[in-house]
């Protein structure tokens, strides 16, 4: 079974800027578009940006020119770039396929004090 693992989150004030990793246990990422996800504290969890096999981005609407998703086949690995953080940027980060196909890894906090 495929294993997710999230990692880089932290705390950081408004304006500054983490990365996010995330890698699997399995060569997943070839094959599938992946994606990033974050669940904020009493809401759903929700898409925020997806990558294809072909490395082209795509981005919700509250994040556009913000985030910056990448990866890489020989690494095994998805990165999310996130810039100008803001307070409502704050939730936990997952990463699996846009549809998604895996089991949920326990995700990284990001937490962005305002």
């Known amino acids: 079974q495929v294993q997710l693992v999230e990692s880089g989150g932290g705390l950081v004030q408004a304006g500054g800027s983490l990365r996010l990793s995330c890698t699997a246990s399995?060569?997943?990422?070839?094959?599938?578009?992946m994606a990033w996800y974050r669940q904020a504290p009493g809401k759903q969890r929700e898409l925020v940006a997806t990558?294809?096999?072909?490395?082209?981005?795509n981005y919700a609407d509250s994040v556009k020119g913000q985030f910056t998703i990448s990866r890489d086949y020989t690494k095994n690995s998805v990165w999310l770039q996130m810039n100008s953080l803001k307070h409502e940027d704050t939730a936990v980060y997952y990463c699996?396929?846009?549809?998604?196909?895996?089991?949920w890894g326990q995700g990284t906090q990001v937490t962005v004090s305002s």
């Open positions: 699996n396929s846009e549809a998604p196909m895996f089991s």
């Open positions: 399995g060569n997943i990422f070839s094959s599938y578009t």
């Open positions: 990558i294809t096999r072909g490395g082209s981005g």
